[in-house]
């Protein structure tokens, strides 16, 4: 059984959902991409706009979340973090 | 009296260089640790991690600081004859010597103690006491036969590189398999400094066989923070 994420787990899937997608995404996709419930996105989505990671813009009168330079390098800090755990046994 | 010089007289100078080399290593990756612990403060391995290194690291610190007391005195005292020299160094920087390789001896038993406590988890506060005095009466013991240091880092060094190894085979990392190479060489620098007392040649050896294995820690971590960068 896989454990529960953690919160910067959650954060690290929806920023590289966001990266994936070519740096930008529908919300409704982040929230189906990065596994979550539409509170827990709401939740977090608050989050990475307030520390300023992901922005909002208008595009077509549709929303789009767009990742930012500094969400990249978050996501580049947690996936090193993960390497390095793996490799130095430290999971869990 | 105790013998506090075991290298060469060519090699003085050379090995402190190593060995600042070694601990730069140590530290970097303490600091990483220590990152990754302020991100993420659930979990506590980082923390034992970022410990044990800096722990290590120290104990390079103060044997840097044993060999440059009594390096310095030699260079003072050279116009001397041999003998006098190392009488003279053995009597003079004897108590600063003496306490900074007690501090090494120690804070490298023990760092290396954390190392052990994040591969082998579900340990009671009585087991740290335990092990902790028991390391701590071996490092005074130690003192006058370094043969007892010097097993008894090679055995806990034996024990980590096999935990790597084990880890290796459940999460076929092969990152985590050249980490329990390096522990086996730096294990192995410790079977040559069972007979630096007899034979100083086999400090050069030692000396450079750790440092091979501290390089391949560099290379690994190196490894794993481009990993982490390369995936976007």
């Given at each position: 059984m896989s454990r529960k994420r953690s919160r910067n787990d959650i954060i690290l899937d929806m920023l590289l959902s966001i990266q994936k997608k070519g740096g930008e995404i529908k919300p409704t996709h982040l929230m189906y991409k990065a596994n979550l419930s539409h509170s827990q996105m709401k939740l977090y989505l608050e989050e990475l706009i307030k520390n300023e990671m992901v922005k909002k813009i208008k595009k077509k009168e549709y929303e789009y979340l767009i990742i930012t330079d500094k969400g990249c390098n978050f996501a580049d800090k947690v996936r090193q973090m993960r390497e390095f755990e793996k490799t130095f046994g430290l999971t869990g | 009296m105790v013998d506090l010089i075991f290298s060469p007289l060519w090699f003085m100078g050379k090995d402190i260089i190593i060995d600042i080399f070694s601990m730069i290593i140590l530290f970097l990756i303490a600091f990483f640790s220590f990152k990754c612990y302020k991100t993420?403060?659930?979990?506590?391995n980082h923390f034992y991690l970022s410990l044990s290194f800096l722990m290590i690291g120290l104990s390079f610190l103060f044997k840097i600081f044993t060999n440059f007391v009594v390096y310095k005195e030699i260079v003072e005292k050279q116009t001397l004859g041999l003998l006098t020299i190392i009488h003279t160094v053995t009597v003079q920087a004897y108590l600063p010597s003496y306490l900074s390789s007690i501090l090494q001896k120690s804070f490298m038993l023990i760092g290396l103690y954390f190392l052990y406590v994040v591969l082998e988890k579900n340990k009671t506060i009585i087991d740290h006491v335990m092990v902790i005095s028991l390391l701590l009466l071996i490092t005074h013991l130690s003192h006058m036969r370094h043969l007892y240091y010097y097993i008894t880092v090679l055995v806990m060094l034996s024990i980590i590189s096999a935990k790597y190894y084990l880890l290796f085979k459940k999460n076929k990392q092969r990152r985590t398999k050249y980490l329990s190479y390096s522990f086996v060489i730096i294990a192995t620098s410790q079977i040559l400094f069972f007979f630096i007392t007899k034979y100083k040649n086999f400090y050069v050896l030692g000396e450079i066989v750790q440092a091979i294995g501290y390089v391949m820690l560099l290379v690994i971590f190196i490894m794993v923070l481009k990993r982490g960068k390369k995936k976007r």
């Open positions: - | 993420d403060k659930c979990n506590k």
